[in-house]
């Protein structure tokens, strides 16, 4: 019953950015869109995540569309490291809200 | 910074003996999630606890239980265990009094059951 849909893989080239998609578009107005990342078979990696602005920290950014129906998660300069599976996730902020993990885009950082 | 640990990290375990899996939030954590990702497969809810009491419930398997104790860590004990309790499990844990309530990930622990 994941609420977003992601594609299933990507590549890109070491150095260059990474932009990964995700629909969402039965999001409800209290929900925030979370992405993780996971790397192989590690537990999974809390990445970002915002309502409705655009969102930076020191790993990626996000940008949400402006009816809030579909993201964009950005890792400017990509790394060997960044190969992973990147989950994008629609849920409440508060209430203990547990994580539903859909499929995930397998990203392949190529050198 | 201090990050969710887990232990043991590997188990290994005859069908129908018994687990015990544990879990410690980060500090000041009050809540705990516990995670199955089987083989091949996206790490899916089992159970979650908030101030020691059960909150949310997903699809964990009767022969599971789990419980938080007063220090607020969290153990999940598995039962007459089957083939197909072969997996990772996670352990998160988050602080939902706060404004984004994120969950943060333990490295799992492999149960490997033979």
């Known amino acids: 019953d994941a609420k977003t849909t992601q594609p299933p893989s990507m590549d890109c080239a070491e150095g260059r950015a990474a932009n990964l998609p995700c629909n969402h578009s039965t999001i409800s107005g209290n929900e925030y869109v979370y992405w993780y990342r996971q790397i192989h078979s590690q537990g999974p990696q809390y990445i970002i995540h915002?309502?409705?602005n655009n969102e930076t920290n020191e790993m990626a950014s996000l940008i949400i569309t402006e009816d809030r129906k579909s993201s964009t998660l950005i890792l400017p300069h990509a790394t060997l490291r960044d190969t992973a599976v990147y989950y994008c996730?629609?849920?409440?902020?508060?209430?203990?809200?547990?994580?539903?993990f859909g499929q995930g885009t397998r990203l392949t950082i190529n050198p | 910074a201090a990050g969710v640990i887990q232990s043991p990290r590997h188990l290994i375990k005859e069908k129908r003996e018994t687990a015990t899996l544990k879990c410690y939030p980060i500090?000041?954590?009050?809540?705990v999630y516990w995670y199955q990702q089987g083989p091949g497969q996206d790490p899916q809810f089992l159970i979650s606890?908030?101030?020691?009491?059960?909150?949310d419930k997903g699809s964990i398997p009767d022969r599971f239980s789990a419980q938080q104790f007063s220090d607020y860590h969290s153990e999940l004990n598995m039962s007459s265990l089957e083939l197909g309790d072969s997996a990772l499990y996670f352990c998160?844990?988050?602080?939902?009094?706060?404004?984004?309530?994120?969950?943060?990930f333990g490295p799992g622990t492999r149960l490997t059951v033979l």
């Open positions: 998160a844990s988050s602080l939902p009094g706060t404004s984004t309530d994120t969950q943060y």
């Open positions: 915002g309502l409705k």
């Open positions: 996730i629609v849920r409440l902020g508060q209430g203990a809200q547990k994580l539903v």
């Open positions: 606890f908030y101030e020691k009491m059960q909150s």
């Open positions: 500090p000041r954590h009050d809540t």
